[in-house]
């Protein structure tokens, strides 16, 4: 049973501040990838970061670097997305997701093979 449980989101003023943390089970011997995903309404599902198990790789969206940190426990089964400066444009459901080797684009949704259900994060201007 491969779970990914998201938790953390919520309502902030821009400029704020969140940490968002998702709960791996069940794909721990193949798992290479954790990411962070988001989605907006009549938006595309797109990738936000991700990170290697091992704690190697690191890649961000272009719209958050700089203010979106994602890290990991030592064994990559709780990862988080720390999201600093928040703006509007940031409201979406974020998801949590999971995948084995990647060859291509690490931020490409269509690469991860498990997902969680999403939480949402609000951004007020």
């Known amino acids: 049973q491969v779970q990914l449980v998201e938790s953390g989101g919520g309502s902030v003023q821009a400029g704020g501040s969140l940490r968002l943390s998702c709960a791996h089970s069940g794909y721990t011997a193949s798992r290479k990838y954790n990411g962070w995903f988001r989605q907006a309404p009549m938006k595309e599902r797109e990738g936000v970061g991700t990170?290697?198990?091992?704690?190697?790789?690191?890649s961000y969206a272009d719209s958050v670097k700089g203010r979106f940190t994602i890290s990991q426990d030592v064994d990559g089964n709780t990862v988080y997305l720390l999201m600093n400066s928040l703006k509007p444009e940031d409201t979406a459901m974020y998801y949590c997701a999971a995948t084995g080797l990647i060859v291509g684009r690490k931020l490409a949704p269509s690469a991860y093979s498990y997902w969680g259900r999403g939480t949402q994060v609000t951004v007020s201007s």
């Open positions: 990170i290697e198990t091992s704690g190697g790789i690191i």
